[in-house]
């Protein structure tokens, strides 16, 4: 397995999933008792792990968990109101995304870059069998974490294309 597939970012989803859930509830504005909260959707299909979601339900369920980088208006256009403060290329190759600082896990850990590249290359990577896997077909080195025609192990156990910087 994936050294990075024990991320905090995909652990934290396990423990976020089953520490808020049964916190929706709370007491109706005339003081009256309980009130219930329900949402009408399906059983998720797979475990919660962001990388290896792609049921509605479970996307359902991870978007209310999770802040993404960007959220995108009903026209398409990307607002910055998420994790990222931007999202640059001058060659629409390669990408630059810059994140905004204060974002923390339940347990109080930061959020940074490398939280998102642990969790990118656990997902690509092949022996792990993460459903989302192809929606990083496209980055450098991705061929490299699947296994062999013949089988075996990948040659590599991360993308190439992925960097993080301090700049």
Known sequence: MHP???SPVLV???VVDL???PACGGSPPDGTGPEAVSIAIGEPAAPLVPGDTMDDAGLQVL???WTGLVEYA????VRYTGV???VESTDNSTWTIRLREGWTFHDGSAVTASSYVDAWNATAYGPNGMTG???LADVAGYTD???PDGGGEPAATELSGLRVSTT
Request: charged fraction near 20%; glycine fraction near 8%; hydrophobic fraction near 45%.
């Open 133 to 135: 896997s192809y929606a």
């Open 63 to 65: 978007d209310s968990l």
């Open 74 to 77: 009903p026209d398409g256009r």
């Open 145 to 147: 974490l699947q296994p």
């Open 4 to 6: 990075g597939l024990r």
């Open 19 to 21: 520490a808020l859930l």
């Open 12 to 14: 934290a989803l396990a």
């Open 84 to 86: 990222a403060e931007s």
